[in-house]
């Protein structure tokens, strides 16, 4: 889609009775000019004939970071200051871009706004979004930044140890950035922001996107707390114990304070409150029900991607209508699955094979 014909598509979209004179007027070009844009439109398959029909439901907004991880495992028992036999690799990630990856194995289409350098490693975001079908359309990229790397160190059972994240270029993604995107974001039915954004940015959107449901992931638990001043402005959020202890300042060491925090995070204004615990399971709460549901137990290769998983098949329940049951055993089965993977995004992860593990553990 070249620049103009996404003026026009956004000005369709926005309105699908538009005349092309109008469009003409808007951007103040020919009728004719018009006419052809929207002839290469509907070639392309983004409108569907006359009355511009737009030719796809609205996809999953995604909002976030895109890292080239760089992953080190320990062979043995990690000792500090000083070197580790183990296996280095490096590949995809950032918890936005993951969890829109993770979306399309739910067969889900998928909007990813984040901001790339223009070097190496942004090609190879872009390529695997394309080769994904992720729309990156209105991502930003930029020669005055380096592409997120994220840099993490596994003990032998796949648990983190340590990270450093070098994410200074989110910071492009600013609340001015995203005044012209609020219209195309606001048609989606869900949106997910991840923490790693500015917190000026988080505040912006929150406050700023009314019909779409909003999705909150952490990241960690630094981060987490900068949604404390919006969380009446989110539909769910999915936080581990630690992140809850931080939003709430409760101490979460008895599920009767687990519980208390759910409850906490609905008087915020969340309306479904997610708290996963690891191998501990998972604490679901909204207005009308609270549960504990138990993990699934599995041997963990690497823990990274997990709560990305979990995340991604929140947004696949929240779309089929699974009900909450239902919904928290889905995610419980896509963060089983990943955990038993080497890579962050598990290559066996489908709906099937959620359903399937879920039908032999049950």
Do not use: W
Request: charged share 20%.
């Amino acid at each position: 889609m070249t620049e103009r014909e996404r003026e026009i598509f956004e000005l369709i979209e926005a309105n699908p009775m538009i005349s092309q004179s109008e469009i003409a007027s808007l951007l103040a070009i020919t009728r004719t000019s018009v006419a052809v844009h929207i002839s290469n439109l509907i070639k392309k398959g983004y409108v569907m004939g006359k009355g511009y029909v737009i030719a796809y439901s609205h996809p999953i907004t995604v909002i976030g970071g895109a890292n080239v991880d760089i992953q080190g495992k320990s062979q043995g028992n990690l000792l500090m200051e000083d070197s580790n036999p183990g296996v280095i690799k490096a590949s995809l990630g950032g918890v936005g871009r993951n969890i829109a990856d993770n979306l399309c194995k739910f067969k889900l289409d998928v909007r990813f706004i984040t901001a790339i350098g223009d070097d190496n490693e942004g090609v190879m975001v872009k390529d695997n979004a394309r080769l994904l079908g992720i729309d990156m359309e209105q991502s930003i990229t930029t020669a005055e930044h380096r592409t997120s790397t994220y840099l993490y160190i596994l003990d032998k059972y796949g648990e983190l140890v340590i990270a450093v994240s070098d994410m200074g270029i989110v910071d492009q993604l600013t609340p001015t950035y995203f005044k012209k995107l609020l219209v195309k974001i606001d048609h989606s039915p869900h949106t997910i922001l991840d923490a790693n954004l500015p917190q000026e940015t988080i505040e912006y959107l929150s406050r700023n996107l009314i019909k779409t449901k909003l999705i909150f992931d952490p990241v960690s638990i630094t981060k987490a707390t900068k949604v404390k001043d919006v969380l009446n402005k989110f539909y769910a959020i999915k936080v581990n114990k630690t992140e809850a202890e931080a939003l709430t300042g409760l101490t979460l060491d008895t599920q009767e304070m687990i519980v208390k925090a759910g409850l906490q995070l609905l008087d915020y204004g969340v309306e479904r409150v997610f708290i996963t615990m690891g191998s501990g399971g998972v604490y679901y709460q909204d207005k009308h029900n609270g549960f504990f549901r138990k993990a699934i137990k599995t041997s963990v290769v690497n823990a990274t991607g997990a709560g990305d998983a979990f995340t991604a098949a929140m947004i696949y329940g929240f779309t089929e209508n699974l009900n909450s049951e239902q919904l928290v055993d889905f995610c419980i089965g896509a963060s089983t699955i990943t955990l038993a993977a080497q890579e962050t995004i598990s290559s066996d992860l489908t709906i099937d094979t959620v359903n399937a593990i879920l039908n032999n553990h049950h």
